[in-house]
């Protein structure tokens, strides 16, 4: 089974448990096939994942913090796993595959702008494992009671777990800092799934900063501006921009850079040095962003590369006002952006 295109789902659930088993149902095959493959992906390419048992074993160290915090997230992961008529013991190994498998890539460039007309507009390229390409993501609106959201996630994981915006205006995309370093605390696929119910920007610094896994750095945008919040195992740093901001996988402040790597500070500065030359703030300003080759903002995988390169896999802008998203299930340099809305 192969698909190169990126499904869009949509649900409306009575409840976390009617939803998470509709999403199941409904990518049942593509969830079948995503798990098989990721068996042999580990054992080809991850430093740390050769036997998937080890990988169920550790992934239950998860449970108990997600049953105290997010029990009714839990309840969605299982019905999920109901519905795809997959063991849960096997899906939820994909739920923390951030955590426990290390790929040894880092990748993934997140823009937040005030446009001339006054929207704020947040932007990530997705960058991951070229086995992701086909058959990687999903794109699902759902609406639960109350609760509705566009959230662009991996197949195999929960809603939003790369990006996503609500009917609030909370939009969020995700960068990650370290490998192979992680806590038995809320897996992050849980985190970003749960800021798809935020209601506010205070809620939000809650929900990221309830036990978190690893260290990582989530860009928001707003109904009040942009909001970055970068969270450590000890501390987090918060910051505040009513313009423009810019995050790739390194820490914004030297006190927190316990590596230093190159590619995502060479990404940054490119970013920050198209953005600086642009004098109206526009859709067309991110896209220019997103497709760079210079910078390898807009990266590409090659025959010639390791398994183990992360080249972008889909890019996404996102209009929480006017409840819009752009999605682009390629690289941003050749694909078209299809829009969806709320």
Known sequence: MKKEIIPYI?????NN?????????????????RLIKNKEIYKKIAFNAKDFNILIKKSKNFLPN????????????????????VSFEDLFVLMCE?????F???HCTSIAIRTADNRFLLANNEDWIPHYRKNGLMLVKGKIKNSKFIGLGYIGSLSGSACGFNKYGIAYTDNSFALNKFLYGIPRSFHLRALLDAKNIKESIKILSTKPSVNNNTLLVHPRGITSVEEYFTHREIYESKNTFIHTNHPLEKKNQYKIIKDSVKRYN??????????????????KILRDHKGKICEHHSKKQKNCSSPTIASVIMNPKDKWLLLCNTNPCKGVYRKYHL
């Open 10 to 14: 949509k649900i409306v659930a009575d």
């Open 17 to 33: 448990y009617d939803f998470g088993f509709k999403l199941g149902y409904k990518l049942k095959e593509s969830i079948q096939y």
């Open 66 to 85: 997600i049953e105290k915090k997010f029990p009714y997230l839990l309840h969605e992961a299982k019905a999920m796993a109901e519905g795809a008529d």
């Open 98 to 102: 951030e955590e426990i498998v290390d």
């Open 104 to 106: 040894k890539t880092l």
């Open 270 to 287: 490119q970013a920050v040095k198209i953005l600086s030359k642009e004098e109206r703030l526009t859709v067309n300003t991110i896209k």
